[in-house]
């Protein structure tokens, strides 16, 4: 512990000494003193002319910050209505996601019955056979009684 204070006090010294020493070199050296006064009084006369021009100018610098703050306030609002339709999308999407998977399911389990259905038929005989066509025509389907009839009537 008194170690530190040692260690403390030779700092302070050392501080002291210096500044001390650039007191005594400003107070010689007129060039010096003269460069430290001339920055002095120009940080001064410069920090004095902008508060006079803040001054007579106060109410332009207000409205200036009153837009901003307006254009600001719009903007986040309209982020915040189009962050709102996003989530209100993206629940409709959600929606019709459910929508296709449960039709989706609906068709397998159509497709499963009929695959089913054609397996445990009796054979080929049941199955309705396509009429042979003629070259570059598609096969098609015999007509039945029923359209027979219709083109009867």
Same mark, same amino acid.
Do not use: C
């Given at each position: 512990?008194?170690?530190? @204070?040692?260690?403390?006090?030779?700092?302070? !010294? *050392?501080?002291?000494? !210096?500044?001390? /020493?650039? =007191?005594?070199? $400003? /107070?010689?050296?007129?060039? /010096? #003193?003269t460069k430290v006064t001339t920055t002095f009084e120009?940080?001064? #006369?410069?920090?004095?002319?902008?508060?006079? $021009?803040?001054?007579?100018?106060?109410?332009? $610098?207000?409205?200036?910050?009153?837009?901003?703050?307006?254009?600001?306030?719009?903007?986040?609002?309209? /982020?915040? &209505? &189009?962050?709102?339709?996003?989530?209100?999308?993206?629940?409709?999407? @959600?929606?019709?996601?459910?929508?296709?998977? *449960?039709?989706?399911?609906?068709?397998?389990?159509?497709?499963?019955?009929?695959?089913?259905?054609?397996? !445990?038929?009796?054979?080929?005989?049941?199955?309705?056979?396509?009429?042979?066509?003629?070259?570059?025509?598609? @096969?098609?389907?015999?007509?039945?009684?029923? &359209?027979? &009839?219709? =083109?009867?009537?």
């Open positions: 512990m008194e170690q530190k @204070k040692t260690n403390k006090s030779w700092l302070y !010294g *050392g501080v002291a000494t !210096g500044l001390a /020493a650039g =007191l005594i070199f $400003f /107070a010689t050296n007129r060039k /010096a #003193r120009t940080i001064s #006369r410069t920090t004095g002319e902008w508060v006079e $021009f803040i001054k007579e100018n106060r109410e332009s $610098f207000v409205e200036h910050i009153r837009v901003s703050a307006d254009r600001v306030a719009s903007i986040v609002e309209e /982020a915040s &209505d &189009d962050i709102q339709t996003i989530v209100e999308t993206s629940q409709q999407l @959600k929606e019709h996601t459910f929508d296709i998977l *449960g039709t989706i399911q609906e068709a397998k389990e159509e497709f499963e019955e009929l695959s089913s259905r054609l397996r !445990g038929s009796e054979g080929p005989e049941e199955m309705i056979q396509l009429e042979e066509a003629a070259e570059g025509e598609r @096969k098609q389907l015999p007509p039945s009684d029923v &359209d027979t &009839d219709e =083109l009867k009537s």
